[in-house]
């Protein structure tokens, strides 16, 4: 077990997937998810959930902000990692 090489994959695939919203790239961010990856969440007081493709779609028909100007920013809050007997 290396949890410091885990914790730096993490870093590098939530790092993608912040790139990929950043710039709206859809192929930077299938790079960050499973082919087979649900999206679930809230977005405002709607909770959504579907296939990833559905946050493809989205990224793919709106512009980011690196082409908006507008801010962006996302921070790794904590990472905690725990193994399982």
């Known amino acids: 077990?290396?949890?410091?090489?885990?914790?730096?994959?993490?870093?590098?695939?939530i790092a993608?997937?912040?790139?990929?919203?950043?710039?709206?790239d859809v192929?930077?961010?299938?790079g960050a998810f499973h082919d087979l990856a649900i999206l679930c969440g809230y977005l405002g007081d709607d909770l959504i959930?579907?296939?990833?493709?559905?946050?493809?779609?989205?990224?793919?028909a709106n512009p980011g902000p690196a082409a908006?100007?507008?801010p962006y920013n996302c921070e790794i809050l904590k990472i905690?990692?725990?193994?399982?007997?």
């Open 1 to 13: 077990m290396d949890t410091a090489k885990d914790e730096q994959q993490i870093r590098a695939v």
């Open 16 to 24: 993608q997937y912040a790139e990929g919203m950043r710039t709206h």
């Open 27 to 30: 192929a930077t961010l299938k």
């Open 49 to 60: 959930a579907g296939p990833i493709a559905a946050l493809y779609d989205w990224v793919g």
């Open 68 to 70: 908006t100007g507008e």
């Open 80 to 85: 905690e990692i725990t193994r399982r007997a």
